[in-house]
């Protein structure tokens, strides 16, 4: 059934490109036909070992054989590349963000519009069976009128702090994620962010302008109220969990572990960590996200979340950002 | 309104008839006018601490103001207890077992059958609120038709070598506990008894000719199935749990802790041990059967659990001790 | 040993008075000798059934017999009574909050302070198992460095909108039991306050110029964060919860329930929903809370909570208040 | 790397076959060189998915290019196929039982100890991660020394009669993987065994004179003891836990859901049913034993349960089966 296989060209080498690229091969709908990566070496092996050869871009999007790209290289090419796949009339999956600069997604998002390909941008949570299923039974009227989300965010351990100097920081590279699940579990966008930040975890990240710690608050038009807090680093694992509360009740989606064993001893009754990081956590919610984009691309669903979800995110994060900054609320435009 | 109040002679001013007491006396419902013990100073301590006096039995019983007796005393004067107190007209509240020997439990039986008189015998499991909740829930058909109930009764640490020579051993001491739950959940007398133990937690006991680990397997006529295990020592603390399993799902009764809380760490998810011991575990189980009494003499309730359940449990618990000792299933009569 | 009991003055004989009343009288240390209440009838009630009689306050306060004053009347009366019962000597344990006008509690501690009496205001969740002992843990450096708490407070269901009317509003009535918890648990007093609150529950609560779901940020001049959530209406029933995370883990406070008995269908796996209320969830905390005050009459503990943390707690209700109504963070002195 | 691939041969193209094929292929260690099925085209049908192509058993075997043989063929082939994979000198991964005739196993593990070839007998619950965690720590001390194992296991829904017909029955086709991990957890070869079933779930399973819910009673020389009860129906789904209790504590495995998501109701607090069979549970543990069968194979690992562990488990089963028939308690040889 190889002829109905989506070709993919993969843009990205590195770490969670080889998650992408072991997915499309992985599949029996999909199949890795490039890898364009400044890296050939880097792009030379990931086609080895999932499929494909190396390419460049102009190679690839010329090629008609190429259905769609998987974008996951740095943030700063996200929005070229998406433009000249558009241009080329490929299905684009782009990992988040879009870009940093509100301008630049719009104009991409336009470039989309008129090109009129499906495009997916990648916010991995939506399609994690907890999270997602959360947001999905919200969407269904499961808490009734949404009044109160509460969203927490912790990574086990800081990134590099050159990685953060590039990234734009916790808001833009971390809560971006949250602010996009807030958005979908809200059902409206955000009219107020309020942020406050500290450097608790990590002199060094103070050092580069950033804070490793910190708490927003969304407001929206019809009252509805949500509170995100983020660390940069848990000691006991990856802490991903959300709440929403509503006028009939409250859906609470918690951490997974890798096994479901207690220890009960003389000092406590003990049960394991949640799995370690996103690599561990969202593995289904990579695999979903990638089955959801064939879906969409073989027309049995719409993207649930484009551009316009990408937009949202990156504004209510340059928000937090700047309420952070004046230490004052802003409103969104 | 202390002329409706119940007024007890209590009888036994040990561990266990400290607690009988302090609810009597807790109670708006019930007043302690009297209490029997061998030991007359722990008696004069009791009445002191909870109301009453210290008395002869046949000074409280020929008291017509005393409405009820509750005996906390030891096992091998329960029998003559319930019999002067059925003759004198009392009602009676009498902790398990009624005796030893089933010939007189059946002889008391007859009499109270014949005084009449309102009887409950304290298994107090069935008063717990999470148990007793089990047990009400199944017999209400939570479960559809039982099939297996799955029983597990482990102590923090043995009891003195010495109480386990008088007790009659763990089947009779502690697994008669267990017994009468399976009796309560199943709604059947079990029909077949089979029973293994082990010496494995202290030689000690082993000496004294005791086994302080067991298995039981029930069968009842219908075919259901219910295994019981025991152990006199769980380091984690007091743990007693009840599984029913039927024909539309499950019901589990857990243990119990003091907090609430949760404590995680770079090593572990922790949360507090069960509470230690029956005292701490039961405390509202000895609250609620003493209120069950009383609703009882109010015409509120009828006895739970009375001499037929007392000899009922009796009778598994020495069909275990034969089936261990034979290695054989030992039928009920 | 009725001469070494603490006599007591109790003022009001409410909802709130009942339970305190019943903890003097069920108390082995404690007893109630008077009982003042505008409604003298309800004073002459709770008297007979937990001891003592009405009196006036002139009258009880100069009985040199009456040990300590339990202040359970309405919040207007409590700083005068305060100051009454400092004058006379009297310990002083009294419902939360001192006053609604900072200058008044200011007065109302100056006066104690003069007097150098014993004073405990009632914080209950001070003394839950659950919640308190998150408490002294995270005091002890259970999580090490405290970076962000988040504590979460729900009702059951909203009160009458007359009782909203007089009480100060949700901060002021309700979300005051966060602030102190949140001082406690930061180890600091919050340096600026941010508040939003909406009107989702009941357009009644809005008609007398209340919110009835509110979220609030508190920030510590060290950078420690803190969201706290509260919502009029839960239809589960009671919610309290608090997390403290810090740079060594977490703690985690959860709900209580009744019974720990779990329900296996074909739908779903099911436990109980929490206590209802405050009367079910704080029953343990209200005796603690009497008893720890009695330890500190003994001088085996000095107050957990006095008329400092009662005036922190209701300057940062006094500031959220503010923000939500500025639209601003408000700065605290 | 493909020239170090271990190269299979498949045995078998049904439900459980197109697992393992499946996992065969997606390993970057293991390729599928044939499938041997009487149903050529569900042999060519495999191979067309997975790789490979269908051959007879007599050319596969004689193929010096094939490295090792996957046998998921129907039972009653199972000890033909071993001797002959053994013969031509072929690594053997077998799926349980070797079967029903404990001769034949003696025979066929003797012609297997002559040829010295690699082999694993494929009881999944031992490379679950949660299960066989709990194997691998008690075996390392995690509860001291072992006194009590308690096991359930309960099928979501009855398999087809006629399945059962050939199946050798609830203990044979069931319980002998409760058999398999009790042995191993236990850490001896039980003496004894005793067992009780009932026909309650489905009349039809009774007229082909088999039992649908069923317990039993281990007892190992050295006073350990084991209860095991199965049922083939449980409304909520697939329930597989096991419970191993010692002189320093206890380990506890509980069942696995597809999320962790709970729901807050004014009815109740629910969370997910586990997942509903053993295609969804067992997923990771047959993922994980062919990994450790090539762990093996590399030198790596020595067979975690090989010929010896598949006769023990079968001699459990048998002898429960006799001890349920004849109504007394069995030894083992």
């Not at 940093?100 to 009129?116: F, H, I, M, Y």
């Amino acid at each position: 059934m190889g002829v109905q296989k989506v070709e993919f060209c993969q843009f990205g080498a590195g770490r969670i490109g080889r998650i992408h690229a072991g997915n499309i091969a992985a599949s029996d709908r999909a199949s890795l036909r490039y890898v364009v990566d400044v890296n050939v070496e880097a792009a030379a092996e990931l086609a080895k070992e999932h499929g494909g050869r190396p390419a460049t871009m102009q190679e690839a999007l010329a090629d008609p054989a190429v259905d769609a790209v998987l974008i996951a290289s740095p943030t700063d090419t996200h929005a070229d590349l998406i433009e000249a796949a558009a241009r080329a009339g490929k299905a684009i999956f782009c990992e988040k963000p879009i870009a940093l600069d509100p301008a630049r997604v719009d104009q991409a998002a336009e470039t989309v519009r008129q090109a009129g390909v499906t495009t997916l941008i990648a916010f991995n949570r939506r399609f994690d069976p907890t999270l997602g299923g959360l947001g999905e039974a919200v969407s269904r009227g499961a808490v009734g009128e949404v009044e109160t989300v509460i969203i927490t965010s912790r990574d086990p351990a800081p990134p590099p702090v050159d990685y953060i100097a590039g990234s734009g920081g916790l808001f833009l590279d971390m809560m971006i994620h949250d602010f996009d699940m807030a958005h979908w579990i809200l059902g409206e966008v955000p009219d107020e962010v309020f942020a406050r930040g500290s450097n608790l975890v990590d002199p060094e990240i103070g050092k580069v302008g950033d804070v490793d710690t910190a708490v927003v608050t969304l407001t929206t038009k019809s009252g509805k109220l949500c509170q995100i807090s983020n660390s940069r680093r848990a000691v006991y694992g990856y802490d991903q969990r959300i709440e929403a509360f509503g006028s009939e009740g409250m859906l609470r989606a918690g951490n997974r572990s890798a096994r479901s064993l207690e220890s009960w001893t003389k000092d406590a009754v003990s049960r394991e960590k949640p799995l370690y990081f996103f690599l561990e956590r969202y593995q289904e919610a990579y695999r979903n996200e990638l089955a959801h984009f064939l879906d969409c691309l073989e027309g049995k669903a719409t993207p649930l979340v484009g551009m316009e979800e990408g937009r949202v995110a990156l504004a209510l994060a340059l928000a937090a950002k700047k309420s952070m900054e004046s230490g004052l609320p802003v409103k969104m435009a």
